[in-house]
């Protein structure tokens, strides 16, 4: 089992910046891809990024390229997504979400536990 904790989400204004953390307590951590999802009200849940096991793959959907930076750093047990230029689109509840692999997925029936999210909103 592992369980997940998110934090960092708030409101911020249109061009602002946040960096949500997950943080994961139980199995090893290294063990498990990591991705972030994100559901907008009346839409469904979305990837938004992915990390390998090692942090030496990752990738991003389409709409948050160039915005968004996902990392992890192992030895704290802690998945970062660092979110710049945000835009009012970018408000959701963010999800983090572990895999048991090696690599991360797009797709949700993939990830084996998910945390409870944190919300984020932008202000135009």
């Known amino acids: 089992q592992v369980q997940l904790v998110e934090s960092g989400g708030g409101l911020v204004q249109a061009g602002g910046s946040l960096r949500l953390s997950c943080a994961a307590s139980?199995?090893?951590?290294?063990?498990?891809?990591m991705g972030w999802f994100r559901q907008a009200p009346g839409k469904e849940r979305e990837f938004v990024a992915g990390i390998s096991r090692s942090g030496g793959n990752s990738d991003y959907a389409d709409s948050v390229k160039g915005r968004f930076t996902i990392s992890r750093d192992n030895a704290k047990s802690t998945v970062y997504l660092q979110m710049n230029s945000l835009k009012p689109e970018d408000t959701a509840v963010y999800y983090c979400a572990a895999e048991v692999g090696s690599s991360y997925a797009y797709t949700e029936p993939s990830y084996d536990y998910w945390g409870q999210g944190t919300q984020v909103t932008v202000s135009s």
């Open positions: 139980g199995r090893t951590f290294s063990r498990y891809a």
